[in-house]
C-alpha cells in the first residue's frame, strides 16, 4: 500500500472507530448507557442462542426466525443509537457550527443501513 492509501486508510479507520473527529461527541447519559448496554445483551444473548441451536442441530427454520429476531433487535439498537446521537451529538454540533461531525455522522448512517 502506498503511502497516500495507507494515509487514507488510516484516517478512516479512526472515523470507523470513533478516534477521529472529537467535536461532535459528547458523554451520555448513564441511564442511555445503561439501557443501550442492556439491548445489547439481549442481542449477544440471542447470538448465544442461535450458536447452541446451530450445535445441536435445530430446525433451520428455526436458526432463521432466530437470526432474523436478532438482526431485528440489532437495528433496534442501532436506530436508537442513531436518535440519540442526533438530539445530543448532532444536535450540539449544530450548535458550534461543527459540519465535519454532520458529515461524519451522514457516513456512518449509509455504512449502517
Do not use: Y
Request: charged share 30%; aromatic share 4%; with cysteine.
Amino acid at each position: 500500500m502506498n503511502n497516500e492509501k495507507l494515509q487514507t486508510h488510516d484516517h478512516e479507520h479512526e472515523h470507523a472507530h470513533g478516534h477521529g473527529h472529537q467535536g461532535a461527541h459528547h458523554f451520555h447519559s448513564p441511564e442511555e448507557k445503561k439501557r443501550q448496554l442492556n439491548r445489547l445483551a439481549r442481542v449477544i444473548g440471542h447470538l448465544r442462542h442461535v450458536q447452541k441451536m446451530i450445535e445441536e442441530d435445530e430446525d433451520c427454520a428455526d436458526v432463521l426466525v432466530q437470526l432474523s429476531a436478532t438482526r431485528s433487535a440489532l437495528t433496534g439498537l442501532g436506530k436508537e443509537i442513531i436518535n440519540e446521537h442526533i438530539t445530543h451529538c448532532i444536535a450540539h454540533a449544530i450548535e458550534d457550527g461543527d459540519t465535519a461531525a454532520i458529515e461524519e455522522f451522514q457516513k456512518a448512517i449509509e455504512k449502517f443501513f
